[in-house]
């Protein structure tokens, strides 16, 4: 392997040598035609024909030549550089798409080999399937020298893929380099190296990478997303060309579509773990639709350590695992044992999502955007400066079902070297999806610092105050939430969707305690002396207790808070949608932070004096639909 390393340069160069100089004979045209199997965007495509590009935020105008520049953020780049944007080009389908699609690839493969960006092979497998699946649109009808150029710079650019991989990525972006590679190897099959060499290197990508439950090494559901179109696209890709489909391929499809389907919500997008984002439920439904004619939800994924409650109309998803390991974690979020929950198709607790822009993208990654406990200036995992994580905390769940009811207990130990103990969160769905409880505590906290436990609302969600609680309105639905701690209502946001908005977190914090007496309190008589019997508002059960012992207070809330809403109710509705450039970072979510900040010796010293805190209790009971 590192004799590899230093011999990239050399093979790199060999292998970019322009068949075009007598070294290869180069074929007039693919001898299979290929289509990109997902739609484009024609407004998008509008916009490049003008000469303006925009992605994940970031605005540019098209210069001629130029395909990099330091200041671009590096999602930017790739999604340039891939050209996967020929498919908006071929969505808008007018003439003038077809010649600024022609022109600028004609740009790209006139570039001498020594000045193209192919250091990245999945940026360059992209760029080959985009080229061979929309070859129909803007090539087909182009000139002889223009598509000798083409076919000449697909056999030098999947050489390149030859010279650099398996080093050179991992994860999902393998797959797409792979899959590039594949793409070149039927359309000149003349060449069968490439074919050769994809099926050397295949196995060894999908077994590094997709887990026996089906789930994706890194534990986020992008990337598992991501993987299932890449499988999804080599599939149809040999089907095409005939070929005998891998058995390691058409496993790792049947295995990653029903964990995929686990990690939606009903609404159709993805759960918001670990850099994911919801994504458009129509792409996800054609990509999972497209691998596999399975249509199973895993029941649960052990392996990719998330927990699936699901009752009623109820669902909620937990992460319930530590961060993945060294090498996979560039997208691990601080939000271990997080959760997020639906009814229906309507999404209640979230968390806040993930971003290509740098600022949001590392802030995000920390406890305070996620709907769990947090401590104040720590964080259970450590920040690297290169984007990895280390100091893992151990992660520990159980989850019981009875009857329909779900038990799931999590624990892990990130705070514990800091002093803030062992979290412990235990939850509780009822058997018809209209009852969540839980309990929230830390143990053996010796920084005896008070936490919060941030419960983070979908931005159609309206917040009401009660009498009881507080009421979480969707268009179908109200839930009453109550807590034996307090709870305020603060600013959130969120960024699961195609832009960034604003909405609503409700606060969580231990009751405060009641003013100490400093008199002296007489003793009763021993026989007037009265057991204790008074547990808190909201105490979990365990599940032998579960069908004996209901909560009360929660059934008489339930049917009593519509007659306590006063006449003229408060309604807190989310604020506008935040604009891109002016939406400040919520409180709470640190801006760049590599390391928990430390406490001054005379604020430790004063805050170890402090009583431990109390556990927190809350419940969500379904009131109206």
């Known amino acids: 392997m590192p004799l590899r390393r230093w011999t990239r340069g050399p093979r790199l160069a060999y292998a970019m040598r322009n068949p075009l100089g007598g070294f290869a004979r180069v074929p007039a045209a693919p001898a299979v035609v290929l289509r990109d199997l997902w739609p484009g965007n024609a ?20 210069q001629s030549n130029v395909w990099d520049d330091p200041t671009w953020p590096a999602a930017y780049r790739r999604w340039l550089q891939s050209f996967c944007w020929l498919q908006d080009l071929r969505e808008l389908g007018a003439e003038s798409a077809r010649i600024k699609a022609r022109t600028l690839v004609s740009h790209w493969i006139r570039q001498p080999a020594a000045e193209r960006a192919v250091i990245d092979p999945s940026i360059t497998g992209a760029r080959l399937c985009a080229w061979l699946g929309c070859y129909e649109f803007f090539a087909a009808s182009a000139d002889d020298t223009f598509r000798q150029h083409l076919m000449a710079s697909l056999m030098m650019e ?66 598992l997303f991501l993987t299932v179109k890449e499988l999804a696209e080599m599939l149809y890709i040999l089907q095409v060309a005939r070929l005998p489909l891998p058995t390691t391929l058409v496993d790792a499809a049947n295995r990653t579509v029903p964990a995929l389907r686990a990690m939606r919500h009903a609404d159709g997008g993805l759960a918001l773990f670990n850099g994911s984002r919801e994504r458009d439920p129509q792409l996800v439904e054609l990509v999972l639709n497209r691998a596999s ?51 229906g198709k ?28 947090e401590l104040g200036g720590m964080s259970p995992i450590t920040f690297e400066a290169n984007g990895t994580t280390s100091r893992p905390p151990q992660v520990t769940r159980t989850h019981a079902t009875q009857d329909g009811a779900h038990w799931l207990d999590m624990t892990h130990n990130g705070y514990e070297s800091q002093g803030g103990g062992v979290y412990h969160r235990q939850l509780y769905l009822g058997k018809d999806g209209r009852t969540l409880r839980g309990e929230e505590r830390l143990e053996g906290a010796t920084l005896a610092r008070s936490p919060c436990v941030r419960f983070h609302l979908h931005p159609d969600i309206m917040v009401e105050p009660t009498e009881n609680g507080y009421l979480l309105h969707s268009e179908e639905e109200s839930w009453l939430f109550q807590s034996d701690g307090q709870i305020s209502v603060e600013e959130s946001v969120y960024l699961g969707g195609s832009r960034r908005m604003a909405t609503l977190q409700l606060v969580l914090t231990p009751a405060a305690a009641p ?98 805190p109390k556990p927190i209790h809350w419940a969500m009971t379904l009131i109206s639909e």
């Open 346 to 373: 309507q999404r209640l607790i979230v968390n806040c999502g993930a971003s290509k822009q740098k600022g949001w993208a590392e802030a995000l990654r920390y406890p305070a955007a996620h709907s769990v406990l």
């Open 158 to 223: 999947a050489r390149s893929i030859m010279a650099l991989m398996p080093e050179a990525v991992y994860g999902w972006q393998a797959l797409c380099a792979l899959k590039g590679l594949l793409a070149v190897a039927v359309s000149i099959p003349d060449y069968p190296e490439f074919l050769t060499r994809y099926l050397r290197l295949i196995d060894e990508v999908i077994t590094s990478q997709i887990l026996p439950d089906g789930g994706h090494i890194t534990r986020s559901p992008e990337d």
């Open 43 to 62: 407004t998008v495509g509008e916009k490049l024909v003008r000469n303006r590009t925009e992605f994940e935020g970031v605005s540019r105008s098209l």
């Open 515 to 612: 003013p100490q007496d400093t008199s002296p309190t007489p003793l009763p008589p021993e026989d007037d002396v009265e057991e204790d019997g008074g547990a808190p508002l909201l105490q979990t059960t365990t599940p032998q207790e579960e069908a004996a012992t209901p909560l009360p207070a929660l059934t008489e809330a339930a049917e009593q808070t519509p007659d306590l809403l006063p006449d003229e109710s408060i309604v807190l509705t989310a604020p506008d949608l935040v604009e891109e450039a002016a939406a400040p970072m919520p409180d709470g979510i640190p801006h760049e932070q590599a390391h928990a900040p430390t406490l001054p010796h005379a604020a430790l010293s004063h805050a170890m004096a402090q009583p431990p």
């Open 293 to 343: 004619r399975s249509r199973v939800v895993a029941a649960g994924l052990p392996e990719s350590g998330f927990a699936r409650l699901s009752s009623g109309r109820a669902l909620l998803i937990a992460d319930a695992a530590a961060p993945a390991p060294n090498g996979f974690d560039h997208t691990a979020h601080a939000g271990m044992l997080s959760f997020e929950f639906s009814s």
